[in-house]
């Protein structure tokens, strides 16, 4: 069965460091997201890809993070620096069908944990 | 805003009970999603209801919508140890942007 690939899977990295997170999504997957979920709480959206664009980087903060998906394929989320609070797992998810009204599963890996030291 | 809130925050019952969670959200939707997450794990899709629907099953799982009063109710019946997990729902319009709320932790005890 397809699934979405991750890495690493774990990530321990002292602040001020930089970071990046690898996403594979499930081939044909048009749409991609990355979520971060701290302990304890819901996973929180931070940019979402149609193809190689971004259709939402809302929650993304600018100043330190970026990710892209460059053909349109796999995706790297970048942390630079890392911070304390950053400590949290960062989901990748993709989906094939947002345009279907109906539509919308997605399906997510298995995260990377990172612990900023 | 879009996002689901879930409720209860937490839940604890015992094997063979039912489970019932639920979800609130305030904007239009086309669809809403439940999803399933084991501690540690990456989120797993449960069952999708469409707007125009009012109820549907999967298993043991049994999910309504009630568009008029913005909720939605998960039931797992006879739950097992293995249901032991978090459940998101997430309300979803035609943007394809799913938010999650903080979730319902349920414990099944054995």
């Known amino acids: 069965e397809a699934e979405v690939a991750q890495s690493p899977r774990y990530k321990i990295t002292e602040k001020s460091q930089a970071v990046a997170f690898w996403c594979d999504p499930i081939s044909g997957h048009a749409t991609l997201y990355w979520y971060r979920q701290i302990l304890g709480q819901g996973p929180e959206l931070l940019v979402q890809?149609?193809?190689?664009?971004?259709?939402?980087d809302s929650q993304l903060p600018k100043d330190r993070f970026s990710a892209e998906r460059l053909k349109g394929v796999d995706s790297t989320l970048k942390i630079q620096p890392a911070e304390l609070g950053d400590s949290a797992m960062y989901l990748c998810?993709?989906?094939?069908?947002?345009?279907?009204?109906?539509?919308?599963?997605?399906?997510f890996g298995e995260g990377s944990r990172l612990t900023v030291l | 805003s879009q996002q689901g809130e879930e409720d209860p925050q937490a839940l604890s019952i015992q094997e063979g009970e039912n489970a019932t969670m639920n979800c609130s959200y305030k904007t239009s939707i086309n669809n809403l999603q439940w999803y399933r997450q084991n501690s540690g794990r990456g989120l797993v899709h449960l069952i999708l209801?469409?707007?125009?629907?009012r109820e549907k099953h999967s298993g043991r799982l049994r999910v309504t919508l009630d568009t008029s009063k913005k909720s939605s109710s998960l039931l797992i019946t006879a739950s097992r140890a293995a249901d032991t997990a978090s459940y998101f729902c997430?309300?979803?319009?035609?943007?394809?942007?799913?938010?999650f709320g903080q979730g319902t932790t349920l414990q099944v005890k054995p």
């Open positions: 209801i469409r707007s125009n629907e």
């Open positions: 890809f149609q193809d190689e664009s971004v259709v939402d």
């Open positions: 998810a993709s989906s094939s069908s947002i345009t279907d009204p109906w539509g919308g599963e997605l399906f």
């Open positions: 997430a309300p979803t319009s035609n943007t394809g942007k799913l938010i």
